[in-house]
């Protein structure tokens, strides 16, 4: 049956092939024969670098016959191209959003409004912006054409929400969508999600059925497209199954076959699942040396200023829609006043009130917006800044791991990445939350700083106090307020310290407000400043944290305040918060 599928779906694609190079004329059937030709063969031949030039010759066809369907898909497959085939959002949001500006003027094109919406919505998935595009795709499922689709990417982003037996619902919904159809390439593709994301919830022979049902799919069909994809899952479903050796030759492959694609998400996830590969195989060298560059990958894939970029584009969007919308109201206010001046000045005087009425309400929606834009701008700075804090004390703690392997000391080597992933499994948990609850801070720092004990060979001590009146349950704060400050008492102060460190971290209730410090018995911030010139860190860590303090302030309109207390040993740091409570 698969075969007959695989021949059949060929024969189309040649047969359209051959029916374009014979048509005499540039009209919209010409149009119309390559838009249809490009959707079939397209994604089957991803790394063809034609395709770019091949949707620019038909929208420039389209534009040139005033057609407006070649122009909103041409545009559209020329977002798919930026956005799936050279991992670029941001020119792929232009091309989708001119797109869906030509579909939402013509009626008769409202059918294609659906593809496009999809494509915005999987940017803000991809963009890890979730609870944005779940609102955009359940929205999606008025539309029965497209509910194989819609279910697969809902299914996906409660996949990545953690939220898996929601996730496994709607993936098992879409493959029974797509059967009714036999769409192979979908079953496929869901299939393949679906045995990662039941393999992570612990079903594990469920997993590995649909995922060793979704790789003949693709060997059978040579579904190229989701070769990569499906080879990243397989990796890490074998991973989970202890069958290390597959999981190795997949997500080895899907890093060969992955270099004509260049898709950095694809290539993040397989260095991460060789990184846990090696590490099971006790390589901990590989095992270092891909989760590096995995690092390195990730940071660039999703980081705040790309997030920026898109929601500027989004809200310019909506913007320029709003303005073209007043300024063909204002035209209609012209002719009405004109006419007005015909009838009466009693009609003139209406139309007159109507439109300062309408200017006001105009200026109104912009102030919003622009209120709304101020908010996101704020909130996004405030992501970037606590993702400064990360990149530091990672590189420094692979550096640890690395030292422990060229001393051969595997043990500690395992001991301390155990450590390590776990910290970077909270901190990656928290990473979009602007607040998180007392007792999850708390238990990232002690993470944290039994990772720098180990580190610096236990040369100092830690206790952590917390009144009693605080519920450490029900009290929100920002993540890692104090991270910096407890890195600079380790390095500035206790390691040039001859005799043992102490730090103690305290939350205390003042006057409705939470005070987190952190107490050190180091040798002092002048006397570590004359020690070293290079203090960058120091005021670097010390910036980052005034200005998360500046934004919440102005995001909150609450007073929060760092003070660093000078003592006649050692350093005090104290962050005063308003106290918010989760519940």
Not at 4 to 22: E, G, P, T, W, Y
Not at 524 to 544: C, L, V
Request: proline share 2%; charged share 25%; hydrophobic share 35%.
């Amino acid at each position: 049956m698969t075969s007959l599928f695989c021949f059949s779906q060929n024969a189309v694609i040649d047969s359209l092939d051959r029916v374009i190079k014979n048509h005499k004329s540039e009209d919209t059937t010409y149009v119309n024969l390559r838009i249809s030709y490009v959707a079939k063969k397209m994604f089957l031949t991803p790394s063809d670098t034609t395709w770019t030039d091949y949707n620019r010759k038909t929208l420039e066809i389209s534009k040139r016959l005033k057609y407006a369907k070649g122009i909103a898909l041409s545009y559209n497959s020329l977002g798919i191209i930026q956005h799936y085939f050279l991992s670029d959002p941001l020119d792929a949001l232009d091309y989708y959003q001119e797109s869906y500006a030509i579909i939402e003027n013509e009626p008769t094109l409202k059918k294609y409004a659906v593809g496009v919406l999809t494509n915005i919505g999987l940017i803000n998935y991809e963009q890890q912006e979730y609870d944005k595009s779940l609102k955009t795709f359940k929205t999606l499922l008025e539309y029965p054409d497209y509910r194989t689709n819609t279910l697969f990417n809902i299914g996906n982003i409660y996949g990545h929400k953690k939220q898996l037996d929601s996730s496994i619902y709607y993936y098992k919904d879409a493959i029974f969508e797509a059967e009714k159809s036999n769409n192979i390439m979908h079953i496929a593709n869901i299939k393949s999600n679906l045995g990662l994301v039941q393999s992570t919830a612990g079903y594990l022979n469920e997993g590995l059925k649909n995922t060793t049902e979704s790789l003949a799919l693709v060997e059978e069909n040579n579904l190229e497209m989701l070769r990569v994809s499906a080879y990243v899952n397989a990796a890490e479903v074998y991973l989970k199954n202890d069958n290390i050796e597959k999981a190795e030759y997949y997500a080895t492959n899907s890093l060969k076959l992955n270099e004509a694609l260049n898709s950095l998400a694809t290539k993040n996830s397989a260095l991460e699942t060789l990184a846990h590969v090696y590490e099971r195989k006790g390589d901990y060298k590989n095992a270092l040396s891909h989760y590096k560059e995995h690092i390195i990958i990730k940071d660039s894939v999703i980081n705040a200023d790309r997030k920026l970029e898109i929601s500027r584009k989004e809200i310019q969007y909506e913007a320029d829609k709003d303005r073209a919308i007043a300024q063909v109201e204002i035209a209609r206010q012209k002719s009405i006043k004109n006419a007005s001046i015909i009838g009466g000045s009693g009609l003139i005087a209406a139309s007159l009130i109507g439109f300062i009425l309408y200017r006001r309400k105009q200026e109104a929606v912009t102030k919003t917006k622009e209120a709304e834009f101020n908010a996101k701008v704020s909130d996004t700075e405030l992501k970037a800044l606590r993702s400064q804090m990360n990149p530091h004390f990672i590189f420094n703690s692979l550096n640890s791991i690395g030292d422990y392997i060229l001393k051969n000391d595997t043990q500690s080597a395992s001991d301390y990445l155990g450590k390590f992933a776990k910290l970077m499994r909270l901190t990656l948990e928290n990473s979009e939350k602007s607040e998180i609850l007392l007792s999850e801070d708390i238990s990232l720092l002690k993470t944290y700083l039994d990772i720098e004990r180990k580190r610096f060979e236990n040369r100092f001590d830690y206790c952590i106090e917390v009144d009693d009146t605080l519920d450490v349950d029900n009290i929100l704060i920002p993540p890692m307020i104090l991270q910096p400050f407890l890195e600079n008492s380790i390095i500035h102060g206790l390691n040039k310290n001859t005799e043992k460190g102490q730090i103690i971290i305290s939350f205390k209730d003042q006057n409705n407000m939470i005070v987190c410090s952190v107490d050190d018995n180091g040798v002092g911030r002048q006397n570590s400043e004359s020690a070293t010139s290079n203090t960058s860190n120091t005021s670097m860590g010390i910036a980052i944290t005034k200005s998360r303090i500046d934004i919440i302030n102005k995001l909150k309109n609450t007073n929060g305040d760092l003070k660093i207390i000078d003592k006649a040993k050692g350093t005090r740091v104290e962050v005063s918060l308003p106290i918010q409570f989760a519940y």
